[in-house]
């Protein structure tokens, strides 16, 4: 089946840490997108990248970090920057060819740090 | 900039009853698109409907139902003979159709509950 798969979907940490988020599609899709949602709010922009090797900050990229060596994967990095990690982590991604630029989701990390 | 407003945060029906929630947005662009998602307990955000701004036909599938607005730029979901199995968060989202990466602007979601 096609879809994209985040995993764990429960992840634990100590603060000072930094810890990766893990996003990987089998849809052939070149753009991936990284969001995050606090409780009772809406979805906010991460990061995002349209193909390979290339990556944009989008609206609360400070105190996280991306790489995307592979089409089919774009991992998220919290890092110890971070102020406020706690929260829900949802990857999506988005065939460029087709017009359509309805995004597709991941199940979702759903991130502690205490 | 844009912005989309979903203003009712918590919505509680009793099953059968008709329920409609509202977005409103604000976008420079003529080119635009808009968009319903569906976030279920589990979390996973399901894509509903999408709608360009060129096209102001209404939408139906089944139960549901999409009116877009232009004039008072709004596009409102409607779930006819609401069902347990409809309880979850809706969001509603705009993308501006210029060339990058179509990012997607969010609303704050409606907590939908149907009770039995």
């Known amino acids: 089946d096609g879809g994209i798969t985040q995993s764990p979907k429960y992840l634990f940490r100590k603060e000072g840490q930094n810890v990766t988020l893990s996003c990987e599609q089998n849809?052939?899709?070149?753009?991936m997108y990284w969001y995050r949602q606090d409780p009772g709010q809406g979805l906010r922009l991460i990061y995002y990248?349209?193909?390979?090797?290339?990556?944009q900050k989008g609206d609360i990229a400070e105190g996280y970090s991306v790489s995307r060596e592979k089409k089919e994967s774009f991992p998220l990095t919290v890092t110890s920057a971070q102020k406020n990690p706690t929260a829900f982590y949802l990857c999506?991604?988005?065939?460029?060819?087709?017009?359509?630029?309805?995004?597709?989701f991941g199940p979702g990390t759903r991130l502690t740090v205490t | 900039a844009q912005k989309v407003t979903q203003a009712q945060t918590e919505i509680s029906v009793v099953e059968k009853e008709d329920v409609t929630l509202d977005c409103v947005y604000e976008?420079?662009?003529?080119?635009?698109?808009l968009f319903w998602y569906k976030q279920p307990p589990s979390g996973e955000l399901v894509f509903l409907i999408r709608?360009?701004?060129?096209?102001?036909q209404n939408e139906i599938s089944g139960r549901y139902s999409w009116n877009f607005q232009k004039s008072t730029s709004s596009f409102n979901f409607t779930i006819t003979a609401s069902q347990v199995v409809d309880s979850a968060v809706y969001f509603c989202?705009?993308?501006?159709?210029?060339?990058?990466?179509?990012?997607?602007?969010f609303g704050q979601g409606t907590r939908l509950t149907i009770n039995p």
């Open positions: 976008t420079r662009d003529t080119t635009y698109y």
């Open positions: 990248s349209q193909i390979v090797n290339d990556f």
């Open positions: 989202a705009l993308s501006e159709a210029q060339a990058g990466a179509q990012k997607l602007v």
């Open positions: 709608r360009n701004s060129f096209d102001e």
């Open positions: 999506a991604s988005r065939d460029r060819d087709r017009s359509s630029y309805e995004q597709y």
């Open positions: 849809l052939n899709h070149d753009a």
